[in-house]
């Protein structure tokens, strides 16, 4: 890369960090600096939040100031480099780097390759591989090696794989274009590098062949299938045995190709240094779907497929949609399709299964599969907002100055497809479906039918090979037609005979000629694809036979051999051979090792069985017990780790749907590590709340209470409100059908707290009334003491203060009836927060440290930190600002932005207020700037509203009136819509103060005066 006009700067970063500027490379300071420009460098143009920064240069373990120390770095680097301040700007919370192509190694690596590309379709390969050698002289080694940390390592892999692409890619070119001694020396350095990868290895074994040295190319397969037995346990693949074949056969086609090259699969994307708002890692997310190996005609719909994808001319989002009937092979084209656009969508390639049409399943909601898609992207779960409204904003804006291409498989309607779609120019969107959504604008449509039978005869043929089909050239004809050329029926048919050498093509057309073995539920004319998924099902043996059907009553999208286990009443090794049998026979899938999952087509076949006359329901009802017993037994191990001194509620009826040998008690996985139970929840939640359903609709009562009380545990801790809502509803209704009182108190004590977190106190206080009753009609003084609690906490939500105080004066004298004593500190944490509303600081000061020891001493970390911030309010209240900040601070040590953004929100904002009031101006901006980005990111509205009025009254003793309104007149909206009237009171006051502060004292006056009579409703005295 050339230095350029003297003084003008030029990066490169694809090997060492180096800058030079007028031919002289630059001196940049030490190890951070390097890290934080390198990482704005691999994302150039485009904003990356202070946050990620600090991540790449310290990775996990960042310094108190590491925030300020990356902003001294900035600013150092633009010392440092010519034209750096304009160069290296601020950009909202974070910094870009505003770098030319020409610049940066990078960026030009990018465009050769994608000019390679251009050259090849064009029909120039010649001209391809120059491009692809100027690529490739441009990289000079890993990015900062020894030095990058983590977050830049994970970027240089992906940068490698880039390399790795593209020289595979150069070396079959010079190979198409007659090149083969030459070859030899390049290629066995490669295969000593890869000594796993097929493709180097099958190179070198053509260039030697080409060369007239067969021996030495056959000694190359030898040693590959030894090295890939004993290091995997594998056989080479498909097209390097075909390869070795063809040169035993001295087959001809072997020979130098007349014709230009095919145009070659797509390079892997380019890494960004930034997975959206919330940083994850600092490569790309890629989750297509692999791309089929023998995909084999649709060549007119790809070509099609391909120019409708062309980028506009007038810069607007391009949507291409695909529709067809099940089976007919949407998703293997559209997938296709993306692979080779991959490398122009350098920011991500992200696929969905939308379930539209998926037997037995409700289509996605569209808040469900963006939050899927903003998590894909780096941001925090905790982060994204509950409503549909919040996350298709930030949906929005994590896309925007991207450039995405989001595959969207498997659509239900219009109405599910448009909150996905991106809305800014640059980003692709490719969607499936089994319907043409007339009431989708924008979209280019094209649909496609079955195969051809010349598309559906190549398809066996590479399946089965040439001389197998050559052989019965009109059994192949009808094996496609009787398959109604359906992708999904081919691909099935033609793996059984793959696993039946002995079986020919007569035989299994012959099977198919019976037209009752036919799902009808897909057709082409008279002809469906049942047929072919029957003769796969009664292919197997009795026990395959039973398992395939049993494991179709697994609620989720996709088992693991756990939960196989459990349906299936084996152990989990025999649970797995079951279903790597069903792998091999193509009735399930593997997207991921130890999971697998049913294509919809087969769940719709398997469901179909239990269904059928004869079907032995009992046998079928023990097995999905046996599966909620699993679920039950992981979700207690989980829990256990996750929340100790959890009080345990009666006993769950284990076993009780029959003989339980090999249940879940006896299966289930280890729970051992945080991270582990975290996960296993994080994966399992849609599954378990559909089991949960389920299962009270089939009336395993004691099991479905059981289980909700488990996964709202979860649900409430990673704000999954809705769903939160969902299973604790479902479980009174369970424990209302058994009748048992225990049960119906804690699971009415859950539903009415699930109504608190989603703001809906008036919802909730019925639902509490009705838990109190409960305990008291049944003695139960633990659940009188935990109703009194959340009744007290709904009311004052509400501005009912006097019966709040009661209600949480009741509970605070009955705490040592409280089984679990985190209840008890969330008591004196409500009782607190009313008395700092009234004004009874003292009071509030001794209810909230009552509340901090006691969770102290149960090491109850979440409720100390709420303790600590209900603390440190009531001393702000009293005017003791040094306490007030000892307190706050201990609360931000404790705190965890991630995993606890709403408390830690409301931590950094009190610590603003405590910082002003102490003269530390510039800290208390920090704090603010920080707590107003993470509750704006993720935040319910009883908190948005909280700590928006506290940073407005911040902002308002700064003199930034505006600013001040604007906090004011946005906590009042949050509050309002909830009625939560302490809340809608401090906003309309802070409103005055600001219209005062702006010198509007008309509106300031009669804000002033619609808080006093707020104030007056709540507390009978007006301020």
């Given at each position: 890369m050339d230095d350029g006009a003297r003084g003008e700067a030029r990066f490169a970063i694809l090997g060492p960090l180096e800058v030079r500027a007028g031919g002289v490379r630059l001196r940049l300071g030490g190890p951070i600096q390097a890290r934080v420009l390198t990482t704005l460098l691999l994302d150039p143009c485009r904003m990356v939040p202070v946050s990620r920064l600090v991540e790449a240069a310290w990775d996990d373990e960042p310094p108190a100031t590491a925030a300020h120390q990356v902003r001294k770095a900035i600013a150092d680097l633009r010392q440092r480099i010519p034209d750096g301040p304009s160069m290296i700007v601020t950009d909202g919370p974070g910094y870009r780097v505003d770098v030319a192509r020409e610049q940066l190694d990078l960026s030009l690596f990018s465009d050769r390759l994608r000019e390679a590309r251009d050259a090849l379709e064009a029909g120039h390969p010649a001209e391809a591989v120059e491009l692809l050698r100027t690529a490739l002289v441009l990289w000079r080694g890993p990015v900062l090696p020894g030095g990058g940390g983590s977050v830049i390592a994970a970027a240089s892999v992906v940068l490698e794989e880039r390399r790795l692409a593209a020289v595979e890619q150069l070396m079959e070119l010079r190979l198409t274009l007659g090149e083969s001694r030459e070859l030899i020396g390049d290629l066995r350095e490669l295969v000593a590098e890869h000594p796993l990868g097929e493709s180097f290895r099958g190179q070198l074994m053509l260039a030697l062949y080409r060369s007239g040295r067969q021996a030495e190319a056959l000694a190359e397969y030898a040693r590959a299938r030894e090295l890939l037995v004993e290091e995997l346990g594998i056989e080479p693949g498909p097209q390097l045995t075909r390869l070795h074949e063809a040169i035993l056969r001295d087959s001809p086609e072997l020979t130098v190709p007349d014709a230009a090259p095919a145009k070659p699969a797509a390079a892997p994307p380019t890494p960004a240094a930034t997975g959206g708002p919330e940083p994850g890692t600092a490569a790309a997310p890629c989750t297509l779907p692999h791309d089929l190996t023998d995909f084999a005609g649709r060549d007119r719909e790809l070509t099609r497929l391909l120019e409708y994808a062309a980028p506009p001319q007038d810069g607007a989002v391009r949507i291409v949609a695909v529709d067809g009937m099940g089976g007919s092979g949407k998703t293997a084209l559209v997938v296709r399709g993306a692979h080779r656009l991959a490398d122009r969508y350098p920011d991500g390639q992200l696929f969905v299964d939308l379930r539209g049409f998926t037997p037995g399943e409700q289509p996605m909601r569209p808040g469900t599969v963006i939050g899927t898609l903003l998590r894909t992207l780096g941001v925090a779960g905790e982060r994204i907002p509950d409503d549909l409204d919040g996350r298709v904003a930030l949906w929005r804006a994590t896309l925007a100055n991207r450039r995405v291409l989001l595959v969207l498989d498997n659509a239900a309607d219009a109405a599910q497809i448009r909150p996905l779609l991106p809305s800014h120019p640059g980003s692709l969107g490719l969607l499936t479906s089994r319907t043409r959504m007339i009431g989708l604008d924008g979209a280019e449509w094209m649909s496609i039918g079955t195969m051809s039978p010349s598309d559906s005869l190549a398809l066996i043929t590479g399946a089965l090979g040439e001389e197998r089909t050559l052989g019965e050239p009109?059994?192949?004809?009808?094996?496609?037609?009787?398959?109604?050329?359906?992708?999904?029926?081919?691909?099935?048919?033609?793996?059984?005979?793959?696993?039946?050498?002995?079986?020919?093509l007569g035989h299994l057309v012959g099977r198919l000629r019976d037209e009752t073995r036919r799902l009808d539920e897909l057709k082409s004319g008279d002809r469906s694809v049942e047929a072919t998924l029957r003769m796969s099902y009664h292919g197997l043996d009795a026990r395959h036979r039973e398992a395939f059907r049993l494991l179709g009553l697994h609620p989720g999208a996709e088992t693991d051999t756990d939960s196989a286990a459990a349906l299936l009443d084996t152990g989990s090794p025999e649970a797995e051979e079951v279903l790597e049998h069903l792998l091999d026979m193509h009735l399930v899938e593997q997207h991921e090792i130890g999971r697998y999952t049913f294509h919809d087509l087969v769940r719709s076949f398997a469901q179909r069985l239990s269904e059928e006359e004869g079907a032995d329901t009992g046998q079928e009802r023990a097995a999905f017990g046996r599966l909620l017993d699993h679920?039950?037994?992981?979700?207690?191990?989980?829990?256990?780790?996750?929340?100790?001194?959890?009080?345990?509620?009666?006993?769950?009826?284990?076993?009780?749907?029959?003989?339980?040998?090999?249940?879940?008690?006896?299966?289930?996985?280890?729970?051992?590590?945080?991270?582990?139970?975290?996960?296993?929840?994080?994966r399992e939640h849609g599954a378990l709340l559909s089991a949960v359903a389920r299962a009270e609709r089939l009336g395993f009562l004691d099991q479905t209470v059981h289980l909700s009380r488990n996964l709202v545990f979860h649900l409430n801790s990673r704000s999954h409100l809705e769903e939160y809502r969902q299973a604790a509803t479902i479980a009174v209704a369970a424990a209302r059908g058994l009748g048992n009182p225990g049960l119906l108190r804690v699971s009415l004590s859950n539903l009415g707290s699930a109504w608190w977190r989603l703001g809906r106190f008036r919802d909730g206080i019925p639902v509490a009334e009705e838990a109190l009753g409960v305990a008291k009609d049944h003695g139960d003084r633990n659940g009188e003491a935990v109703c009194l609690s959340l009744l007290g906490l709904l009311h004052s939500c509400l501005g009912h203060f006097p019966e709040a105080q009661g209600y949480l004066e009741q509970a605070v004298e009955r705490r040592h009836d409280m089984a679990d004593g985190r209840q008890g500190a969330y008591a004196w944490c409500s009782l607190s927060t009313v008395y700092t509303w009234l004004?009874?600081?003292?009071?509030?000061?001794?209810?909230?440290?009552?509340?901090?020891?006691?969770?102290?001493?149960?090491?109850?970390r979440a409720e100390e930190i709420t303790a600590l911030t209900d603390l440190t309010a009531a001393l702000l209240g009293a005017g003791e600002h040094p306490a007030a900040r000892a307190v706050v601070e201990r609360a931000l040590d404790l705190g965890d932005e991630v995993r606890m953004p709403e408390e830690y929100a409301h931590a950094l904002a009190l610590a603003a207020d405590v910082s002003q009031w102490l003269g530390a101006a510039e800290q208390s901006v920090g704090y603010a700037e920080r707590a107003l980005?993470?509750?704006?990111?993720?935040?319910?509205?009883?908190?948005?509203?909280?700590?928006?009025?506290?940073?407005?009254?911040?902002?308002?003793r700064r003199g930034e009136f505006e600013q001040a309104l604007e906090l004011h007149r946005s906590a009042r909206f949050h509050a309002g819509a909830i009625e939560y009237r302490i809340e809608v009171a401090h906003a309309v006051e802070g409103m005055a103060e600001a219209l005062d502060g702006m010198g509007d004292v008309r509106e300031a006056a009669a804000h002033r005066l619609g808080a006093d009579e707020l104030y007056a409703g709540m507390t009978g005295v007006r301020r």
């Open positions: 009109e059994a192949a004809a009808e094996l496609a037609a009787l398959c109604g050329n359906l992708p999904l029926a081919l691909r099935i048919a033609t793996a059984r005979l793959r696993n039946r050498p002995l079986w020919t679920f039950l037994a992981v979700t207690d191990q989980a829990c256990g780790v996750l929340y100790p001194g959890r009080v345990p509620v009666g006993a769950a009826a284990h076993g009780s749907t029959g003989d339980t040998r090999g249940t879940a008690a006896a299966v289930a996985p280890s729970s051992g590590q945080v991270a582990e139970a975290e996960a296993f929840f994080e004004g009874r600081y003292q009071e509030a000061v001794v209810a909230a440290e009552h509340a901090v020891r006691l969770s102290r001493e149960l090491g109850a980005h993470l509750i704006r990111s993720k935040g319910t509205a009883t908190r948005q509203a909280t700590v928006q009025n506290i940073l407005g009254r911040v902002h308002c």
